[in-house]
């Protein structure tokens, strides 16, 4: 039997647009200047963390210990080179299929949220133009405990006023498809099946994804 399904949930970074190389290589530099490298598979444990969390990891990661004010610093100048990076980001970067989906959504009345863990979602949705899509957007500034837990997902739930066991989340990170079970809600992996292997299905990208496509794999699930 089909699961109800009355909203979806969209992560931003990794499923709306591809930012993470750019919140990559400003962690890659950041970490070449205290003196240490980081690889992409340690970057699976940085996705859909927040700011202040990746800066603990990366020092740990590198052995390094730094007072508060300078960790501070640390994600500063992070989201300097962020913000540099992502600066020209326009509506062409929002990622295939995405936007004839959110459309096929918004026609069949489907509430719609973003719930990503990013501070700088709201300024990433404007700039790619999508920000009227969505009847709710809870990022990072609006919670208090990062991916994996659940509060992002169950705020957006909230705002929107339906049941979580109603909404589906898109993730493309470990933490956000650990925070949306944690949440009750079904979660459609964006990426690799082996590394969201917590996911109730995953799917490659949003290239000829509709209501009926979700409904099928809801279906199959
Ligand atoms: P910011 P998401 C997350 O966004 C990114 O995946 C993660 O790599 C980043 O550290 C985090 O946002 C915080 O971002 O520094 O911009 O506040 O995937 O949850 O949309
Ligand atoms: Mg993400």
Same mark, same amino acid.
């Given at each position: ?7 979806? =949930? ?8 591809? !930012? $993470?190389? @750019?919140?990559? *290589? ?25 700011? !202040? #969390? ?12 730094? !007072?508060?004010? $300078? ?5 500063? &100048? ?7 990076? #992502?600066?020209? =980001?326009? $509506?062409?970067?929002?990622? /295939? +299929?995405?936007?004839?989906?959110? &459309? ?24 790619? +133009? ?11 500034? %609006?919670?208090?405990?990062? %991916? /994996? ?12 006023? =339906? ?5 589906? #989340? *898109? ?14 809600? *079904? ?7 082996? #590394? ?18 979700? @409904? ?6």
């Amino acid at each position: 039997m089909t699961r109800k399904i009355s909203a979806c =949930i969209f992560d931003m970074d990794g499923v709306l647009v591809h !930012t $993470e190389m @750019h919140h990559f *290589f400003a962690w890659k530099r950041l970490a070449k200047t205290l003196g240490f490298t980081i690889d992409e598979e340690f970057n699976e444990k940085l996705k859909g963390v927040s700011r !202040t #969390v990746c800066i603990d990891l990366i020092l740990e990661h590198g052995g390094i210990q730094k !007072t508060q004010h $300078e960790k501070n610093k640390l994600a500063e &100048q992070k989201n300097k080179w962020f913000l540099e990076s #992502v600066s020209s =980001i326009n $509506e062409n970067d929002v990622l /295939p +299929g995405v936007i004839d989906f959110l &459309q096929d959504l918004r026609k069949n009345s489907y509430k719609m949220a973003v719930g990503s863990a990013s501070k700088n979602a709201p300024l990433l949705l404007e700039k790619m +133009g999508i920000t009227s899509f969505f009847d709710a957007i809870i990022d990072g500034n %609006k919670i208090q405990n990062a %991916k /994996p837990h659940p509060e992002v997902f169950l705020r957006a739930a909230q705002e929107l006023a =339906i049941d979580p066991f109603e909404c589906v #989340v *898109f993730e493309d990170a470990q933490s956000g498809v650990e925070a949306a079970k944690t949440a009750g809600m *079904f979660c459609v992996g964006v990426g690799d099946p082996v #590394v969201l292997f917590k996911a109730d299905v995953c799917i490659q990208n949003f290239v000829d994804m509709n209501l009926l496509k979700l @409904h099928q794999l809801l279906d199959i699930a």
